[in-house]
């Protein structure tokens, strides 16, 4: 604890994206608690309204509260990114790891589905994916899992590789552990650096692409408050009205910015040699 402590003193870049981070959580969680307006109650007598000590960021053409549209959007986007790193996670460390331990025909078959599902750019995977499951909030969290979960997929099968060559991995194979005992204890728990590191870098993707997919039509459906459709909503009044946009846009990128910090700097405190300099 000590250790990281210092680590976290020394490496700037990750106190601004963790305490940011932390911030922008705890104004998503409290929202009810500090905003008394409704992020789909519609009040056109105060349609694009400038932002004010009433309201903050403004309000949409419709007369909504932007600020409370950001913070309560921010649920779902964030719970969206959580829940499709799980779900890639989970899948693709398990075939991952499956992949690089079993080796042979198991290995070949798994990474040849992987390699073909990374041939495509993840993005334009997960707007294929999207619109042929349906707009819906629940299509594109899945879409994006599925786009995600080759690079886990890669990650862990070559930790696998690495951790499976190892004197106390053999030694548990010649005792006649279970192969599930082996993967779990030995090969997954001594490969996780890595794989946190890429599950970090990910979270900020998986918002990304969501916020996109929602952007496009595929996601969030209307009045339901979420960032990406927030901006293409509100992307009509941009030369006029630019908050309407701009806030959501911007939260966004702090957001994702924040992930990334974070993915970087768990990416130093996983590598010995990087880390001892930062000591």
Same mark, same amino acid.
């Given at each position: ?8 003193r ?5 106190m ?7 911030a922008?959580l705890?104004a998503?969680l409290?929202?009810?608690m500090?905003i008394t307006?409704s992020? @789909?109650r519609?009040?056109?007598?105060h349609?694009l ?12 053409a ?13 649920r779902?986007t964030l719970a969206?990114g959580i829940g499709?790193?799980?779900?890639a ?10 992949a ?24 334009v995977?997960a ?27 890669r990650?862990?099968? =070559?930790?696998?590789?690495a951790?499976s ?7 548990a194979?010649?005792?006649?552990l279970? @192969? ?7 090969i ?5 650096g ?6 970090s ?7 990304l692409q969501t916020?996109s997919?929602?952007?496009l ?7 339901l408050?979420?960032?990406g ?5 509100n992307l009509q ?5 630019p ?5 959501p ?7 994702v910015?924040c992930?990334n910090?974070?993915?970087? =700097?768990?990416?130093?405190?996983f590598?010995p040699?990087?880390r001892?300099?930062?000591?």
């Open positions: 604890m000590t250790m990281l402590l210092i680590f976290l020394k490496n700037t870049l990750a601004v994206g963790g305490l940011t981070l932390l922008v705890l998503i409290f929202a009810p500090m307006y992020p @789909t519609i009040n056109v007598l349609k309204a400038a932002p004010s000590w009433e309201h903050w960021l403004g309000t949409d419709f007369g909504r509260d932007v600020l409370t549209r950001v913070l309560y959007g921010g779902y969206i499709v790193v799980a779900i996670f989970t899948v693709g460390v398990f075939f991952g790891t499956l690089g331990f079993a080796g042979g025909v198991v290995d070949m078959l798994i990474m040849r589905v992987v390699d073909a599902m990374l041939s495509f750019p993840a993005l995977l707007i294929a994916l999207a619109a042929a499951f349906g707009p819906s909030l629940n299509n594109a969290m899945l879409a994006v899992a599925i786009t995600l979960a080759p690079q886990f997929a990650v862990a099968r =070559s930790q696998a590789l951790v060559v190892k004197p106390y991995v053999e030694a194979v010649s005792l006649g279970p @192969t599930r005992r082996i993967l779990w204890r030995y997954f728990a001594n490969g996780l890595p794989l946190l590191v890429q599950a870098l990910s979270l900020g993707s998986a918002i916020a997919l929602g952007f039509g595929l996601g969030a459906q209307p009045p408050a979420e960032w459709a927030d901006v293409s909503a009044y941009m030369r006029g009205s908050w309407v946009a701009l806030s846009g911007m939260a966004i990128l702090l957001t910015l992930f910090l974070i993915g970087d =700097s768990l990416a130093d405190w590598n040699r990087r001892s300099e930062l000591d």
